[in-house]
């Protein structure tokens, strides 16, 4: 027990002595975890940020510039006036993600477009091609807003209103295209509208489902419900936390395992070999202290996100302790597996760096595991970095109890089992 | 103390040990010399455990030892050939965690650190890190790590590599000191001028057999004869016996 012990506590005390290498470990991924978390929302309470567009007006109508005035108002969007070059110039550029360009006759064309098909104004748009999801965002601003503004101008009091009216009837009289019961009944809707309208403005009441004389509305409301635990809202940095501390603990089972192989060339694994140890103790102690240190480690990286990034264990803690756990012995069996594995010390790094970065991707570490396809989530049920994730995440936002954790910390045992197997049956004793 | 007997080992189709013998008693340094690939280091990673003989067997105070016969190790010192400390750990933790390994328990440890310090000229550095110390010093805390445990029998795998004349110089009386103590030592080097001056035998090996195992006395008489051309010299007969072809080309 002693020499197991005296292992343990060399291998400890080497890790903590080398200060500036423990700061980097554990500042790289508060770092990188406070980017990913910022790029996802951040802490509770903070507003995503806005979507910077242009907005070309080159018909300059009322109409337009009511539009304009609607998407300016719009809180999901910062957009701003340039010049039709400069708009295309900065989307270029990258520095904002679309330019809508209202053409000329804007005003005039759109309303009458209600009521008279193939003729409808052209509105371009430039996109980013880097940010595809620009472009529905662009379309959905641009049908919210113009379509309220169009439809107030088509069917809302005023000049506006009656003149497109009059001449929306009249050129369904003249028409000569349109079949003649279509004609009577399309009349008749527009007469109504008229009625209506003109009822309106002599008695002052809004007209229903017109939108008070606002135009058309968009026919239903939405109220947002973060479903987490219930208690605290979601927290961007949660997420990050749990992806970036699993990728830079992951990291250090490689040290562990690179460790092995540089005693090895160093001749200090001969040495701790021709002792009176067993083979038993010379690579437990090693899983025991490579835990130990990646457990610390995960500690340290959720001690900064808590205090520093309103991260919280809205679950149980018990079971967020046990995940931090098992994903330390995974980790060090991983480190085995790598010093197994391993020749020599620099290729095992590369190779064990490459399959750190696999395991960690499609573990969900980087991204949330729901934007990949469905067969890739099914399959990463088989990489342990899933579970890790996962379970933390469960443990943290999801605020999930014991229960939650339980199967995330048995498949994190079973694969350091697997992972221990395969490096027992592999290491090379003889040098 | 120390008696291997018909030592075999094969890597694959590469027979590197074919049937060594040798003996080192208590009081005694054996020179174990051969060119490169010769059979020697195999031959140490037998004698110490590290590797599983083929065929034969090796005996501590006449008890087998073997990679799980922990007495028996017990009583092994191994120098690798390598400066085999943990640079950025203290000369004295070097010590106490061989200690530990070795079993040796508070407060004996404490006396057998201090003392193995001593004796290879360390006790002033013990809290530095060997990471700052010269290549003489590394050396000297290296065999010192294999006699925190007190061993009887201590083997030195080249152990005065890349040492200067005055590190090499202190090390062999450390290690005549540890033969005037009763330790039986077996010492594989190239240099012959080493073997010359510690050992009291000297076995020769090549191809992975014993082509020579006598005193030093006597195996300087071979160098007597004729073909050789520069007088009596250990490497003159070293080079007799095992022939003056290149060995690390094949």
């Not at chain 1, 008229?194 to 008070?212: N, V």
């Not at chain 2, 039986?184 to 080493?194: F, P, R, S």
Request: aromatic share 6%; charged share 20%.
């Amino acid at each position: 027990m002693n020499a197991f012990l005296a292992l343990v506590r060399t291998d400890l005390r080497l890790y903590l002595s080398n200060r500036r290498a423990l700061l980097i470990t554990v500042a790289a991924p508060i770092l990188i975890a406070a980017f990913f978390g910022a790029m996802m929302g951040g802490a509770p309470g903070k507003r995503p940020a806005r979507v910077p567009l242009a907005v070309v007006d080159l018909d300059r109508s009322a109409l337009t510039e009511r539009i304009v005035a609607d998407m300016k108002a719009d809180e999901s969007f910062d957009v701003r006036e340039p010049a039709l070059p400069a708009a295309i110039e900065q989307v270029r550029a990258g520095k904002i993600r679309g330019a809508i360009v209202l053409p000329e006759g804007f005003g005039e064309r759109a309303p009458r477009a209600m009521f008279r098909p193939g003729d409808k104004p052209e509105i371009e748009i430039h996109v980013d091609p880097s940010q595809a999801v620009a472009l529905a965002l662009v379309k959905g601003l641009l049908a919210q807003h113009v379509m309220r503004e169009v439809s107030k101008a088509a069917f809302g009091q005023g000049v506006d209103g009656a003149k497109m009216l009059d001449q929306a009837r009249k050129e369904l009289r003249e028409s000569t295209r349109i079949d003649e019961t279509d004609r009577r009944d399309y009349l008749a809707l527009l007469d109504q509208v008229a009625r209506l309208r003109d009822r309106q403005a002599a008695s002052g009441k809004a007209i229903p489902g017109l939108g008070g004389g606002n135009g058309l509305e968009m026919p239903f409301t939405t109220k947002e419900h973060e479903v987490t635990s219930g208690e605290a809202p979601y927290n961007g940095y949660a997420h990050s936390f749990a992806g970036m501390g699993v990728q830079f603990i992951l990291f250090s089972g490689i040290d562990l395992g690179v460790g092995v192989l540089l005693m090895r060339r160093m001749g200090l694994w001969k040495r701790l070999r021709a002792a009176p140890v067993s083979r038993r103790l010379l690579l437990g102690s090693r899983i025991a202290s490579g835990a130990a240190i990646a457990f610390l480690l995960m500690l340290g990286i959720y001690a900064a996100g808590i205090a520093i990034f309103h991260v919280r264990i809205e679950g149980s803690w018990l079971g967020f302790f046990l995940i931090v756990a098992a994903f330390a012995i995974l980790t060090s069996s991983f480190g085995l597996l790598i010093a197994s594995l391993g020749r020599t010390p620099e290729a095992t790094r590369g190779l064990a760096i490459l399959a750190t970065l696999l395991l960690v991707m499609l573990g969900g570490a980087w991204v949330p595991t729901f934007v990949f396809p469905q067969w890739v989530q099914s399959a990463t049920l088989f990489v342990p970095t899933r579970w890790a994730v996962d379970g933390l995440e469960a443990m943290t936002w999801r605020g999930l109890g014991l229960a939650a954790a339980l199967p995330a910390v048995a498949a994190m045992l079973t694969f350091s089992v697997a992972f221990g197997a395969i490096a027992v049956a592999c290491f090379r004793w003889e040098e | 103390m120390l008696e291997a007997t018909d030592l075999a080992k094969s890597y694959g189709p590469l027979a590197a040990v074919s049937g060594i013998s040798l003996t080192v008693r208590g009081g005694q340094i054996v020179g174990l010399l051969g060119p490169n690939g010769a059979g020697k280091t195999t031959t140490v990673s037998m004698l110490c455990g590290l590797a599983t003989p083929d065929r034969g067997s090796v005996r501590v105070a006449g008890k087998p030892l073997s990679e799980t016969a922990q007495e028996a190790k017990r009583r092994v010192g191994l120098v690798p050939q390598e400066i085999a400390l943990y640079e950025e750990m203290g000369a004295e933790a070097n010590l106490r965690l061989m200690g530990a390994l070795y079993g040796v328990d508070e407060p004996l440890l404490s006396r057998r650190v201090a003392a193995a310090l001593e004796l290879v000229g360390l006790s002033d550095r013990a809290r530095d890190k060997p990471a700052r110390f010269s290549g003489g010093m590394k050396r000297r805390l290296n065999i010192a790590c294999a006699l925190v445990h007190d061993p009887d029998v201590l083997l030195l795998d080249e152990p005065t590599v890349g040492v200067d004349p005055q590190s090499r110089n202190a090390i062999f009386e450390n290690l005549e000191t540890l033969r005037d103590r009763g330790k039986a030592l077996l010492y594989t080097t190239h240099y012959m001028e080493e073997a010359e001056r510690l050992c009291d035998h000297i076995v020769i090996v090549d191809h992975g057999r014993v082509i020579a195992s006598d005193t030093r006395e006597n195996l300087l008489k071979l160098g007597t004869a004729p073909a050789v051309p520069k007088g009596p010299s250990l490497e003159s007969v070293f080079l007799k016996l095992t022939g003056r072809d290149l060995r690390d080309s094949a």
